[in-house]
């Protein structure tokens, strides 16, 4: 028997009770009526189950209570909230115990997350001192070598002040890139979506592109022919920005004469866009990290090719907030494809 069980245990205190008053009217007391002394007893022992019940179920919860106020004490308004009287089950303390080990449960999980955001805080604020520390000290060296004399050497003065502009002009884009991002995050931008052909974007991408293409002896193809238009409901110029992005750092980190294509899947609901490129690859262990903002599989060639290290972080943005996909297969030698979702579009 459950003795865990409340109303087995109040039942079986009932029961013991009718039994007592049958062994005292009968074994003790005097003969009389039967039927009206089991009446009697019948009544008593289901009074007795009502009171026993109703008392023991106050203590019960208000015993409760206390455990939830002590582990509340931190003001958890969770635990706080909680209705008392529906915690009354066939097992009360097993089923607050369930409720206080999955409240510490999502305590930890909440914990965990609190100690990885405040990783990743200090991680990017070293970052941006990092990657804007370089083009200013770069800057600084310039300005200072043109202010001692510099500045009258024909040689170098020329140099050193195209030097120390596009030093200005990467300290720009990283600032240009911490702001739009920023406000990805708060949701300050809000995306203008429309019906609109993604292979003619695409087509307007390549042809952006090309000068860049052509430095490296690269060709910009899509998988196969197109014989028709794909329309995809999005915010085109966001999406223009996401595509921009990934060929052109398909450009950057592909092989010398190497190629970049671009290949569409139909889905159920949406179209899948895929930019593969035939380059060095990603190793395996860059790939989770891959999004992050600057973070970088190779820094000094990062740095080397130019670029704020956010890129990858505001596509990721981008493709989210229309509430689609993006990821990423490569291997080492093998090339890479970075790929992403579009709903398609809306009649």
């Known amino acids: 028997m459950n003795f865990s069980n409340p109303k087995t245990l109040v039942f079986t205190l009932s029961a013991f009770v009718l039994a007592l008053y049958l062994l005292l009217v009968f074994a003790v007391l005097p003969a009389g009526d039967v039927l009206l002394k089991l009446v009697v007893g019948v009544v008593l022992s289901v009074i007795v189950y009502l009171v026993t019940y109703a008392l023991f179920k106050k203590f019960i919860l208000e015993k ?3 455990i939830y106020k002590n582990i509340v004490s931190h003001k958890s308004q969770e635990l706080l909230d909680i209705d008392i009287q529906n915690t009354w089950a066939d097992d009360p303390v097993k089923s607050a115990g369930s409720k206080v080990a999955n409240w510490s449960e999502k305590q930890k999980t909440e914990i965990a997350t609190l100690k990885k955001q405040e990783q990743f805080r200090r991680e990017f604020l070293g970052n941006v001192a ?10 600084q060296g310039y300005i200072l070598t043109l202010l001692d004399g510099g500045l009258e050497d024909e040689n170098i003065n020329m140099d050193y002040l195209k030097r120390a502009a596009t030093n200005a002009d990467r300290m720009i884009s990283i600032i240009e890139d911490l ?4 406000r990805l995050d708060s949701g300050e931008i809000a995306l203008h979506k429309g019906n609109f052909g993604i292979v003619e974007l695409v087509s307007e991408v390549f042809h952006s592109l090309e000068i860049q293409a052509k430095k490296r002896a ?3 193809k899509f998988d196969k022919e197109k014989s028709k238009e794909i329309f995809v409901f999005a915010d085109k110029d966001k999406i223009r920005q996401v595509l921009v992005n990934l060929i052109s750092n398909a450009l950057k980190y592909g092989i010398q004469g190497g190629w970049v294509k671009v290949q569409f899947t ?3 609901d949406a179209v899948m866009v895929e930019i593969e490129d035939n380059g060095i690859g990603i190793e395996e262990k860059h790939l989770p990290r891959l999004f992050e903002r600057f973070y970088r599989v190779d820094e000094s060639r990062s740095r080397e090719l130019g670029g704020s290290g956010l890129g990858l972080a505001i596509v990721k943005h981008i493709v989210e907030a229309h509430q689609q996909k993006i990821g990423v297969r490569s291997s080492v030698k093998s090339g890479s494809v970075f790929h992403f979702t579009l709903e398609k579009k809306r009649k």
């Open 179 to 182: 702001d739009e991002i920023s």
């Open 218 to 220: 690269m060709d910009l």
């Open 130 to 139: 990092h990657e804007l520390k370089t083009p200013l000290f770069n800057m």
């Open 64 to 66: 409760i209570k206390g």
């Open 266 to 268: 139909d889905m159920e």
